[in-house]
């Protein structure tokens, strides 16, 4: 071998930054050179939550997405037993291109692995669900504050008191997740989701969280909590985890998942998604 | 009973009529007062194309929809087992509240009876896909020309060369619908059916037949030729036989549908599915 040390070192050590591809991510997590979470990579890059079923449960939660597109928005089906995504990334492989996955089997969960190998079959079918990644970068680009980011956390998500529409054996609450703004600022942030129905879309709920039926911003049921300042709102989105709790409440007799905040990269860019 | 006989025999002899509501025309569908085409009947509800399928063949027909959206406009979905079409007639029976269906077994139509009784079971899923009756009646008010509604028959309607989007055992060829149109009122049709995507939206070719494959448009591959005057451009709209075409190909040990033009009326207004 001819390369120099220095290449494989920096490759070992830091294979992915912030201006990687999706492609070079993706190829990072194939070699399990990374498998840490996803957030503030990919720049430009959508991002997706993955849900991997065995086809008998592949309607019903097809349908679930449907008619609860706010917390389940489609970006890509992937047929039983096709673990590539060739609706927004030719030639990747689901199996292998995430940084870490879940396994549930009857609903509780029984490993964290690095690839899926060991739990594949053609039976299984892959759905990709929009991530708030992806609105979160188009605050940040308009100068609008997203404060787990600032505080190195995962974003705070809450169950709330509002129903899913059910599709066969999936129903279950909307999980939102939170970010404080000031007032002046929400209709900006507001607009800038709006324009991303792919990514969860505009806020589910501005104000009083017991609206909600959240009795306490500083208890998350996902994630972790965050400073709400005195001239602060805290402003609420649908959530991605929305279809992983139902299907833990469902307990198929299997399912696979990313790990939360370890999502795969598309190679779809925001713009793709965005509408004017 | 104290009601006048000439009231009874007007319901008998004359169930429907052109300002009937959609209930009105389902309930005549369901005692078999009614069991012709539904052509220019229920003035400004929405009316659907059915398909009813084995649960073993939802999950790959509703992916087949979402993969053709102009093909096949999705309307609502009703679980296994379940008749009644919620989000669009709340109430309303799929198994008799149209004039008369079309059974397919192995690919083969079977039977066209008039309830689906004698079929049904609690594995079923139904399927209401948009129908162009509707863009028809925007086109009718705006004073534009429907050629196979003057000579009082059947739309034509013809296989193309372009292929489907696959979904698991659907695939096959686009069919398409022909209105001839005037050149200078083509921009005018495109845009109110563009208006309405749940109804099969915009063209998807204006002008020469053979672009599409067609070699000869007297001769239709359903429906029945209209006359096409010199002076007029054959414009082609994406058709809700599309599926049906992709069922028989597939030959599902079972698929029921409603008869060509014996179409499900919703409680849907036009307006519901009109975008400004």
């Not at 290449?7 to 399990?32: G, K, Q, W």
């Not at 449960?57 to 997405?65: E, G, I, N, R, S």
């Not at 759905?127 to 705070?156: D, I, K």
């Amino acid at each position: 071998m001819n390369k120099p040390t220095l290449f494989l070192y920096d490759v070992v050590m830091n294979p992915i930054h912030a201006h990687s591809t999706a492609a070079e991510i993706r190829a990072a997590c194939r070699t399990n050179e990374w498998t840490q979470p996803t957030s503030g990579f990919g720049h430009g890059y959508v991002q997706a939550n993955l849900v991997i079923l065995p086809k008998e449960y592949a309607f019903d939660f097809l349908l679930f997405c449907l008619r609860n597109p706010q917390a389940c928005p489609l970006l890509g089906v992937s047929e039983a037993g096709d673990p590539e995504p060739k609706e927004v990334a030719p030639g990747a492989d689901l199996r292998t291109d995430l940084p870490r996955y879940a396994v549930y089997e009857d609903g509780v969960q029984t490993a964290t692995p690095q690839d899926l190998y060991h739990y594949w079959s053609d039976d299984l079918v892959s759905f990709l669900l929009g991530c708030s990644f992806t609105f979160e970068h188009a605050m940040l680009e308009a100068g609008l504050p997203v404060r787990h980011l600032e505080q190195g956390v995962n974003v705070p998500m809450y169950k709330t008191n509002r129903l899913n529409n059910k599709a066969g054996i999936f129903e279950g609450e909307l999980v939102v997740s939170m970010r404080p703004l000031k007032p002046e600022v929400i209709d900006r942030a507001t607009e800038l989701s709006a324009r991303m129905p792919l990514a969860h879309g505009a806020p589910v709920h501005v104000g009083d969280p017991r609206e909600l039926g959240i009795a306490d911003l500083d208890k998350p049921d996902f994630g972790e909590a965050v400073t709400v300042h005195p001239d602060e709102v805290p402003v609420f989105w649908a959530c991605g985890v929305t279809p992983q709790a139902a299907i833990m409440a469902a307990r198929p007799k299997l399912a696979l998942t990313h790990l939360p905040g370890h999502m795969f990269l598309t190679d779809m860019r925001h713009e793709q998604i965005s509408q004017s």
